[in-house]
């Protein structure tokens, strides 16, 4: 599940994909297949802003298609996306939303727990950060108070 999350694409596989969208953008008609591929391509980029703006390319194919299977792989494609942007509760969302279409999925099902673990990860992270903060400051404030009593 980590190599699908952490893969970066190539920067010229993002451009020849890029091409053909803008391309099919001036010729008046975007095929689905085109805007899936190219935003798949931005969820792999190494910039943030591209990965936001591949999710908003599959949601909108989400919101346009009528058919099962292809919204279970936008969302678990948007979910891919929300990971990398480490916006955990719109994952599980999403992989929420692909299990109730299709219960035994199990790239879905890994997905959620993958999501699941960094989460629990992060938020111990973050206790121990808030931890680590506090006492800094109680130890400066110990200092501060022996320098003055001297």
Request: charged share 30%; proline share 1%.
């Given at each position: 599940m980590e190599k699908t999350i952490e893969e970066n694409i190539h920067p010229d596989d993002l451009k020849k994909f890029e091409a053909l969208y803008n391309e099919q953008i001036r010729r008046g008609h975007v095929s689905e297949k085109t805007q899936f591929e190219y935003a798949w391509c931005l969820?792999?980029?190494?910039?943030?802003?591209?990965?936001?703006?591949?999710?908003v390319l599959l949601e909108?194919?989400?919101h346009?298609?009528?058919e099962t299977l292809s919204?279970?792989?936008?969302?678990?494609?948007?979910?891919?996306?929300?990971v990398?942007?480490?916006?955990?509760?719109?994952a599980l969302k999403c992989t929420n939303a692909v299990l109730k279409i299709e219960p035994t999925n199990?790239?879905?099902?890994?997905?959620?727990k993958?999501?699941?673990n960094k989460m629990k990860k992060d938020g111990l992270l973050g206790i121990a950060i808030v931890g680590g903060a506090a006492l800094?400051?109680?130890?400066?404030?110990?200092?501060?108070?022996a320098v003055l009593k001297k």
């Amino acid at each position: 599940m980590e190599k699908t999350i952490e893969e970066n694409i190539h920067p010229d596989d993002l451009k020849k994909f890029e091409a053909l969208y803008n391309e099919q953008i001036r010729r008046g008609h975007v095929s689905e297949k085109t805007q899936f591929e190219y935003a798949w391509c931005l969820i792999r980029s190494r910039y943030v802003a591209d990965m936001h703006k591949g999710i908003v390319l599959l949601e909108d194919l989400l919101h346009n298609d009528q058919e099962t299977l292809s919204k279970r792989d936008y969302l678990y494609y948007t979910a891919v996306g929300f990971v990398r942007i480490k916006e955990y509760e719109k994952a599980l969302k999403c992989t929420n939303a692909v299990l109730k279409i299709e219960p035994t999925n199990r790239q879905a099902q890994e997905l959620e727990k993958y999501i699941k673990n960094k989460m629990k990860k992060d938020g111990l992270l973050g206790i121990a950060i808030v931890g680590g903060a506090a006492l800094a400051i109680g130890g400066l404030v110990g200092i501060g108070l022996a320098v003055l009593k001297k």
